[in-house]
């Protein structure tokens, strides 16, 4: 029976693949710099295999980022949603709320996008 990635494996991924496309280094790279193989990382990325808690240390120091970078700053980080990934913006605009330090600034910038996504 195949195995479906749990939703926050997904998520960290989806923060990792993030966070390394902004620094600009390769999944060879990155793979590289871990003594892993691209591939691997392409795991981490699609939540295919867990991050392990040492790995998560040294992806968050090869990309020069702090370990909750990778794994987001609270419960009221959104969800990744799939469908949108790879639409035009959708990278620019998970960067942009991965940028934000306060949590209320957070919660208006989503309360903005689902605003604005309802009159969709």
């Not at 795991?43 to 240390?57: H, P």
């Not at 969800?79 to 035009?88: I, P, S, Y």
Request: without cysteine; positive net charge; proline residues 4%.
């Amino acid at each position: 029976m195949p195995r479906h990635p749990d939703p926050l494996d997904r998520e960290i991924g989806a923060r990792l693949k993030l966070i390394r496309r902004r620094a600009g280094v390769s999944q060879a790279a990155l793979g590289a710099a871990l003594g892993v193989s691209f591939q691997q990382v392409q795991k981490y990325e699609t939540g295919a295999n867990r991050v392990s808690g040492s790995a998560l240390i040294k992806l968050a120091r090869v990309l020069g980022v702090s370990t909750l970078d990778l794994l987001g700053r609270d419960d009221a980080a959104p969800r990744v949603d799939w469908a949108l990934l790879g639409t035009a913006g959708s990278e620019d605009i998970l960067g942009g709320y991965a940028r934000i330090a306060s949590a209320p600034r957070r919660r208006l910038a989503l309360a903005l996008v689902r605003a604005l996504g309802e009159g969709a």
